[in-house]
Every structure is written in C-alpha cells, then in structure tokens.
C-alpha cells in the first residue's frame, strides 16, 4: 500500500478490516442514585472514607487497568505514547501540562480525567469550595462544623460536577482565577480582615476536583504568577489576605508549543510546579485517523458518506500535514478532516435536495467541494502565496489515487474503460444524480464484486442506487487518476473520456 505522506508509516493489510464499524462515543450511562447519608453522623455510620484526589484517581486508574477496562474513552492514536506518560504522571500523583499542536486532543484527553474520579463524591452542603465534612478547610465550614457537629448537612455531587475548565485569554484576572474581595459582604458588615469577605474563584471552587487551564500560554504573567501557591504550597493570596486553604485538586492545562514564542510564554516557575509535561501528537496510524473522524464529524441524519470516501478524507488529512508547502509549526487539525467529512455530507444532502433523491450518498465529486472551506485551516509556507487551492487539490487527487489502489487496484476495470474505448463519454458532477449518472453510465459488468470490494459494508442487503453510483463514481475517477482515462474538468464536476 502506498505511504500515507513523508514519514506516515504504511497500514499493513486491507485497511477496511481496520476500521470498519468505528463509531461514535456511545451516550454515557444514567448516573446511579447518589448515597443515602445525609448528614455527617450518617455518613460516618456508613462507613465513608475520605481520600485526596491524588488517592481517589490512582486507586481508580490501578483499578480499571487491573480490569482491562478504558481509561480515557474516546481518545485514538495514543496507547503506546501519550496515555502510558500520563498514566505514570497521574499514578505519581502529579500536575500535568499538555504541550501538543492545535487539534491533537489535548482537551478531549483532559475531560475524560473525570471518569477517574468516584461517582459519588460528599461535600459540605452550600460550601463554596466543597469542602469534605470530615475535614472542613474553609472559615465559614470550619465555624458551622464546629457548630453544628453531627448534624452538618452534607449533599453529594456527581463526579461531572467535579470538573472545572478556564479558557485563558491575555484578558484573564488574578479575581476570576483565584478570588477577590466581595464589596457586598462588606456591605453586609464583615470586616475587611474577615476572610469570610472573600469571593473564590474558578480555582477554588473546583477543589476536590479537576481543574483545567486551556491555552495556558495565553493567561497574564500575573495570572500565571498567582498560580505558584496553588500548585505548590496548595494555598491563596487574595489582596493581601494570607487566607491558608489546603485545595485538593488535580490541575491540568494545556499548551501549544508556538506559544512559548509567540502569544505568550508559560513563565519558568511556573513550568518547574507542574510535576509531569506530557507531548501530544497527531494520529501515526490511518485507522486512528479514521476513528477520529467517525467519532467526531456530526454528519446529516439519512445521509451516507461511504467508507471509501471517509478514507479518503483521512488520507488526504495527512497528506496536508506532511506536505513541505504547509507550516508544520502551524500544524493541521483534526478539525480538518472533520470539517472536511461534514462538508462531504453536506454536498450529497443538497444535491438530494436540487435532484429529488431519496437517500443522499455521498460520491467524488462531493470530496472537491471541501476543499475550499478548509482553506483557512491551513497555514502555507513562504512561496505557496495564490496557489494554496491548487496545492490542496493536488494532495486531494493523491490521496483518491491512494484508496483507489488500495480497494480497486487488483479489480479488473476493463469493463468499464472499455465503455469509453469508441468515443462516449461520461458527465458527472455534484448535481447530477444517482440514477441519471448511472443512466449515463449504462451496464457495468462485474459492478456487484466492485461494490463488494469498495463497500463492504453494503453485503447486509442490497446495494442502493445512491451506493452503486458512489462505486461508479470512485472506479471512473481512479481510472482517470491512473492515467487510463481522461477527464475535463468542469467548474461543478467533470467528463471522463478515453
């Protein structure tokens, strides 16, 4: 098989038993009902344990291993590289930074971080850092502890509300992140000595939790600066109040490279705090492209973009990102692929609109109309100035002439060549239809082992007319490709002739 691109290793074996029936996350199941115990006498009698984070997603993480069940569901591409890094940053206990270009994945790998922690987790009712009841760390829980004894009301939150996230921009403040003083409990009549008279920020209140900071570059040296004491000595400093509140909380964030250079910079102490710096990559493995995309593109109800056309997708993805024309620093997104299967979808729909099909299938033709919506996804090295549709097109043929190889290169094609042999010619284009190409087309022998080779998944039934002209489709533009047909282009499809 051919090579997806300057140093992507080649797929061993037909790449469609690799990745066939990949598909999307499944819905995650309906929470349990939360425990009983709501009050800390009853939630001592049940015989509650109280644990650290740190404690709570490394007995969770040995536990899921020792079970050989997912850790990080949804997340492709990294078992051998980024998820054992990250399995020994969390068993360690650490703070972990993802450094990794735009589009690896960095967030989705941050957000399943939840799935370690207990379902059910209790806290001090109406503590504005969810204080444990066992051991209270805020003012005002430690006052109505001591107060209220036995009876403290304790509510229990799901682990998805343990989960707190920050996109950092050069806007952000030390208040938002940390915390400030709040005027209106001044108002109130608390001193301004009275650590009561403090608002907690998103930090905080994500204690006992998961907190993520996105785009950690992009946050204010100071913002940054006010993250020393959270990340080492687990306390804050809001305006000169030297409030000690021992956070428990796993802090993760993100980071793309460039920006050590360019936006911003993650200043050096900051940098030193973090126990553990994973690197993210981009998919080395077609099939892990290939789930991505399945995964991830939220393509039209009824509408079908066939396996063949989706692998196209994927290869011409990383064609884009190992082409010399484009900005590796830059890199390409998995949005790419992704937004490129959508608007695949998205032409077979409206041309089942304009034509009056029933069922849009998806064909070549609909794979040229992505490329001009991808253009601002990529950034192009010096010199490429006015020729980056070109360039994608380009790698767009390549990568169809890498499938075509692929699923039709040991198919005998004769057949079909031999319809244009005295002269005819073919007219196809994204507002032709299924049945008026395949009326253009005539007779194809031997179409059924075709669409077998192309569409396996077509063998539960029989092959609808949108699929079969997909199948068409893709023979005549390979044929075309490897130089055994011709083709005028056209500017919404093209003629194939001999």
């Known amino acids: 098989m051919a090579s997806g691109g300057r140093g992507i290793p080649s797929a061993p074996g037909p790449l469609r038993d690799r990745f066939e029936g990949v598909s999307a996350l499944p819905p995650p199941p309906p ?11 009853a939630l001592r009698e049940s015989g509650h344990v109280h644990r650290p984070v740190s404690a709570e997603v490394r007995e969770n993480l040995l536990r899921r291993m020792g079970a050989g069940e997912p850790r990080f569901p949804g997340v492709h591409g990294f078992d051998a590289t980024v998820l054992p890094r990250m399995e020994r940053a969390l068993l360690a ?7 990794g270009e735009r589009g690896q994945g960095k967030t989705r790998l941050i957000r399943t971080l939840t799935a370690l922690l207990d379902e059910w987790s209790p806290s001090v009712a109406g503590c504005p850092v969810n204080d444990h009841p066992y051991a209270p760390v805020c003012p005002a829980c430690v006052r109505r502890s001591a107060r209220e004894g036995d009876g403290l009301p304790v509510v229990w939150r799901h682990r998805g509300e343990r989960y707190g996230e920050k996109l950092a921009t050069p806007d952000t403040g030390v208040g938002e992140l940390v915390g400030d003083v709040d005027p209106a409990r001044l108002a109130e009549g608390l001193s301004l000595g009275d ?16 907190f993520c900071v996105n785009e950690l570059p992009d946050l204010p040296a100071r913002a940054q600066v006010a993250l020393f004491n959270v990340l080492e000595e687990r306390d804050l400093q809001v305006r000169g109040y030297s409030l000690r509140l021992p956070l428990d909380l796993l802090l993760v964030a993100s980071a793309n490279p460039e920006d050590y250079t360019s936006r911003g910079r993650i200043v050096t102490p900051l940098k030193d705090r973090f126990g553990a710096q994973v690197r993210t990559h981009y998919p080395l493995a077609l099939a892990d492209e290939l789930a991505l995309i399945r995964q991830e593109a939220a393509l039209p109800e009824g509408t079908t973009v066939p396996a063949h056309l989706l692998e196209a997708v994927a290869r011409f993805t990383r064609l884009v990102r190992a082409s010399r024309k484009v900005d590796a620093r830059s890199g390409v997104s998995v949005r790419f692929s ?12 409206r041309r089942a609109a304009l034509s009056g099909e029933e069922l849009p299938v998806a064909r070549v033709c609909d794979l040229h109309a992505a490329v001009e919506p991808l253009l601002g996804k990529v950034e192009f090295e010096m010199g490429a100035e006015g020729r980056e549709a070109e360039i994608l097109y380009a790698l767009l043929r390549r990568a169809v002439a890498e499938v075509f190889r692929e699923r039709l290169g040991e198919t005998d094609l004769s057949p079909l060549s031999d319809r244009f042999s005295g002269g005819g010619t ?4 994204d507002l032709v239809s299924a049945a008026e190409l395949l009326r253009r087309v005539g007779a194809v022998p031997g179409l059924a082992a075709m669409i077998e080779r192309v569409a396996p998944d077509a063998e539960d039934g029989p092959p609808t007319p949108g699929l079969a002209a997909a199948v068409v489709e893709f023979a005549l533009e390979g044929l075309y490709l490897e130089r055994r047909l011709s083709k005028d282009t056209l500017p919404d499809g093209g003629v194939y002739r001999f």
Do not use: F
């Open 426 to 429: 073919v007219e196809t284009g």
């Open 31 to 41: 929470p349990s009902p939360p425990p009983a115990p709501r009050t800390l006498a």
């Open 93 to 99: 206990g650490h703070d972990i930074v993802l450094l």
């Open 195 to 210: 650590p009561e008279t403090i608002h907690y920020g998103l930090v905080p209140r994500a204690n006992r939790g998961v």
């Open 338 to 349: 992704v937004t490129a299967a959508e608007t695949v979808a998205a032409s077979a729909l």
